[in-house]
C-alpha cells in the first residue's frame, strides 16, 4: 500500500528527515515512536501533503502511484487520512456540514453522486456511536470550545465517517486521560480490517496497550534506526530512548 | 459650475414645488455654510468623496417602471409589505401592503396627512440633525419621497416590510428619507433594500425612534452595480429596554458610505450593530458607526465583518461613547476584515470615549489573510482548495448574515453570498 524510499525532507532549509524507509501493507498497523524532535510528526505532514514541507530525495508510492505528485485532497480522496495532532477550530463550520462537503467532494473525484440525505445522517449516527461521541456535538462548529478529549475524539469520528484506506494518527494519545484513550483505541480497532492500514504516531507507549502494532519503529534524527514487533515498544517504555541513541552513535 | 453651487441654485428654482412643512430652507442654509464633507474633517479622514462633487449630479429625477421590471427583483415577491421607490420617486401603485391595524401607518412620509401629522412633527428632523453634515443637510432640503412606519402603542405588523430602492437615472442625486417610529411595546422589521445601475448619488437618511420596550430589526442590503454612489445616514433613539437589531450587508457600488448612530437613551436597552462588507475591483465601503451610551445599565454590541479583494477597500469606523451617567455600561465591538489581495485596503478605526468609570468595554480589530491552517485542514479531508477557501469565507460571512431574523431576506443574502464568492 504505502512504499517509502530513502525519503528525504526539509522545512524552511532545515534537513528533518534524512532517508526513510518504510513499508506498509493492508491491514498492518505500524507505530512510528521516537524522542521530541526526531521527524515524527514532519514525517505525517510530509505523507499529507502540508505546504512548506519539501522532500528533497527519495520516494513515496502509495497503490503505486507517485504520493508526492499529489495535492493535500488529492492525496484524502485516495483514501489518506490525517488524524491532526493539533485539530483545528473553525468557527462558522460546523461539523456536520464539514462532513457532508468532504464526503461529497471524495465522492465527486471518484465521479459518484453526492449521499442522499438519509444515508449521510445514518452513517453520522453510526459512527459517533462507534467512537462514542454526542452526535450533538457534530451540529457544533468544528471544534470550537471542544476539550482536548473531545478534539482528538473528533478526529477518530471524521476517520470513521470519511473510511481511509490508510490513517496515520500523529499523537492522537496526547493529552488524553486514559477513558478518553481507550475510547479513541477502540474506535480505531473497530475501523480495522484487512484492506486498511494505520500509521499511529507516539511518544508514548500507553497507547500500544490499547491498539496494538504489528510492527514498531524507532525513529530518531530524521532516520528509523531500530524496527521490530511490539515488544520493542514495552523495551522503549522501560529503558527509554537513550541506548538507542547509543546504538546510533 | 461646482456641485455645491449647482444644488443650491437648483434648490431655488424648485423650491416653490416641494412638499411643504418641513424646515428646508434652514437645511439648504446648512448646506450652504458647511458644504459637502472635506478631508480634514476627522469622520471623512480616509473617505474621498471627490468622485462624487466632481461629478454632476441634477436633483431632478424621473420615474417610470412597470409592474414586469419591478417583479424581476425577488425582494418584490416575498411574503411582506414591499414599497417600491424608483429614481427617489414614491410609486404608490407598484407598492404592496397589507395592513388593516389603525394602529399601524406604512405609507409615504411626503404625504400630506403624514408629513402634517403631530409624530411627524415631534420626530423629523430630531435625530439626523442637517447641520451635522453635508449630506444630511441636502437630503434634508430636497427630499420629497421616503417612507414613514409609525406602530403605536403594543401593536406589531404582520409581515415584515421591504423598502425596494430602485435607481436606474443617470448623473442624478435621489434623496430619500424615511421615518420609523415605534411606541411602547410595539416591534417591526424593515429591510430597505438598495439597487441601483448607472451613475448616480443615492444619499438616504433613516430616522428611527425605538419608545419604551420596542422592538425593531432594521436591514440595509446594498446590491448597487459598480458605477453608483450611496452615502446613507441611519440614526436611532432608543428609549427605555428597547432593543435594536441592526444589520447592515454592503456588496455593492463604486462608493458606499454609511453612517449608522445610536443614542442609548435609557437603561435596559439592547443595540446591536451588525455589519457584512464585500469590497471588490474599484470598489470603497465605508462604514461609521457610534454606539453613544448617555444612560445607565444597557447595553450595545456590534460585530462588522469585512472580505476585501483585488484593488477594494474598506473602511471602519466604530465609536462607542458612554457618557458621565452612563454607569454599568457594556458594550462591546468587534471588526475583522480579511484581504484577499495584496492591493486590497482596509482602515480600520476602533474609538473607545469613555466618561463613566464603572463600565464594561472592549473592542478588538483585526486585519488579516485566511488561516492556512483552517484551509489545509479542509483539505487534509478532501475539499478542494478553492472550495475550501470559499468555505471559510461563507462562514465568516455568515457568522454576520445568520443574524438577519427575516428568513427569506436571509436565505436570499446567504445564497447572494455563495454567488458572489464563486464569482
Known amino acids: ?249 | 459650475m461646482d456641485l455645491k453651487s449647482k444644488l443650491i441654485s437648483e434648490y431655488k428654482e424648485l423650491e416653490k414645488t416641494l412638499t411643504p412643512g418641513i424646515a428646508r430652507d434652514e437645511a439648504i442654509a446648512a448646506f450652504e455654510s458647511v458644504g459637502f464633507p472635506a478631508k480634514k474633517n476627522e469622520e471623512w479622514r480616509f473617505t474621498n468623496i471627490a468622485p462624487i462633487t466632481n461629478g454632476s449630479f441634477t436633483v431632478r429625477t424621473d420615474s417610470a417602471i412597470g409592474r414586469k421590471e419591478i417583479e424581476k427583483y425577488k425582494e418584490y415577491n416575498f411574503d411582506a409589505n414591499v414599497i417600491v421607490i424608483h429614481n427617489g420617486h414614491y410609486n404608490g401603485e407598484l407598492s404592496k401592503i397589507h395592513n388593516t391595524d389603525s394602529k399601524i401607518i406604512i405609507g409615504n412620509l411626503f404625504d400630506a396627512k403624514n408629513i402634517k401629522s403631530a409624530a411627524v412633527k415631534n420626530h423629523y428632523g430630531k435625530s439626523a440633525l442637517a447641520a451635522a453634515d453635508g449630506f444630511t443637510a441636502l437630503n434634508a432640503s430636497f427630499s420629497e419621497a421616503g417612507v414613514f412606519v409609525l406602530v403605536k402603542k403594543n401593536a406589531r405588523p404582520e409581515k415584515p416590510l421591504i423598502i425596494l430602492n430602485i435607481t436606474d437615472s443617470n448623473d442624478t442625486m435621489s434623496n430619500t428619507r424615511n421615518l420609523i417610529i415605534l411606541e411602547d411595546n410595539a416591534y417591526a422589521d424593515v429591510s430597505e433594500v438598495y439597487y441601483s445601475e448607472n451613475k448616480n448619488v443615492s444619499n438616504c437618511v433613516t430616522e428611527i425612534f425605538l419608545s419604551e420596550n420596542s422592538e425593531l430589526h432594521h436591514n440595509k442590503i446594498q446590491n448597487d452595480g459598480i458605477e453608483s454612489f450611496h452615502v446613507g445616514t441611519t440614526s436611532v433613539h432608543q428609549e427605555k429596554s428597547s432593543r435594536l437589531y441592526s444589520s447592515v450587508i454592503s456588496w455593492g457600488g463604486a462608493f458606499i458610505r454609511n453612517t449608522l448612530n445610536s443614542l442609548i437613551d435609557g437603561e435596559g436597552i439592547d443595540c446591536y450593530f451588525r455589519g457584512f462588507y464585500l469590497a471588490k475591483e474599484n470598489q470603497f465601503i465605508d462604514n461609521h458607526t457610534l454606539a453613544d451610551h448617555a444612560k445607565p445599565a444597557s447595553h450595545s454590541n456590534e460585530l462588522y465583518r469585512g472580505i476585501i479583494d483585488a484593488n477594494g477597500s474598506a473602511v471602519f469606523n466604530g465609536k462607542i461613547m458612554v457618557r458621565k451617567d452612563a454607569q454599568k455600561t457594556n458594550a462591546y465591538q468587534t471588526n475583522n476584515n480579511i484581504l484577499l489581495s495584496d492591493e486590497a485596503s482596509a482602515n480600520a478605526k476602533p474609538q473607545l470615549e469613555i466618561f463613566a468609570d464603572d463600565v464594561k468595554c472592549s473592542h478588538g480589530a483585526t486585519t488579516g489573510q485566511i488561516n492556512e491552517d483552517e484551509i489545509f485542514y479542509l483539505r487534509a479531508r478532501g475539499i478542494g482548495e478553492s472550495e475550501a477557501r470559499k468555505m471559510l469565507l461563507s462562514a465568516y460571512a455568515r457568522e454576520v448574515i445568520d443574524e438577519i431574523s427575516f428568513g427569506q431576506m436571509r436565505e436570499l443574502v446567504s445564497a447572494r453570498l455563495e454567488e458572489k464568492l464563486s464569482s
Open chain 1, 1 to 249: 500500500m504505502l512504499s517509502i524510499k530513502n525519503l528525504k525532507a526539509k522545512i524552511e532549509n532545515k534537513e528533518i528527515l534524512n532517508g526513510i524507509n518504510l513499508e506498509v501493507k493492508p491491514g498492518e498497523v505500524h507505530a512510528i515512536m521516537g524522542p521530541n524532535g526526531s521527524g515524527k510528526s514532519t514525517l505525517a505532514s510530509v505523507l499529507t501533503g502540508k505546504d512548506g514541507y519539501e522532500a528533497t530525495a527519495g520516494e513515496v508510492l502509495y497503490n503505486g502511484q507517485n504520493l508526492l505528485e499529489l495535492s493535500a485532497e488529492d492525496r484524502a480522496r485516495e483514501g489518506i487520512f490525517l488524524a491532526f495532532q493539533y485539530p483545528v477550530e473553525i468557527p462558522g463550520v460546523t461539523t456536520t456540514n464539514f462532513m457532508k462537503t468532504a464526503l461529497n467532494e471524495i465522492r465527486k473525484s471518484k465521479g459518484q453522486d453526492p449521499m442522499t440525505a438519509g444515508e449521510f445522517l445514518k452513517r453520522l449516527k453510526d459512527k459517533a456511536a462507534l467512537v462514542e461521541l454526542d452526535p450533538e456535538l457534530a451540529k457544533r462548529y468544528v471544534n470550537v470550545g471542544f476539550s482536548g478529549g473531545e478534539k482528538k475524539r473528533n478526529e477518530i469520528f471524521q476517520m470513521a465517517m470519511l473510511e481511509p484506506k490508510l490513517g496515520i494518527l500523529d499523537e492522537t494519545d496526547s493529552g488524553l486521560d486514559i477513558d478518553a484513550l481507550k475510547i479513541v483505541a477502540n474506535g480505531v480497532n473497530k475501523l480495522r480490517n484487512k484492506d486498511n492500514a494505520f500509521i499511529v504516531i507516539t511518544h508514548y507507549q500507553r497507547l500500544l496497550d490499547y491498539i496494538v502494532p504489528d510492527f514498531v519503529h524507532v525513529l530518531y534524527k530524521g532516520k528509523i534506526v531500530k524496527s521490530g514487533t511490539k515488544e520493542l515498544a514495552l523495551q522503549l517504555e522501560d529503558e527509554g530512548y537513550d541506548w538507542i541513541k547509543e546504538e546510533v552513535v
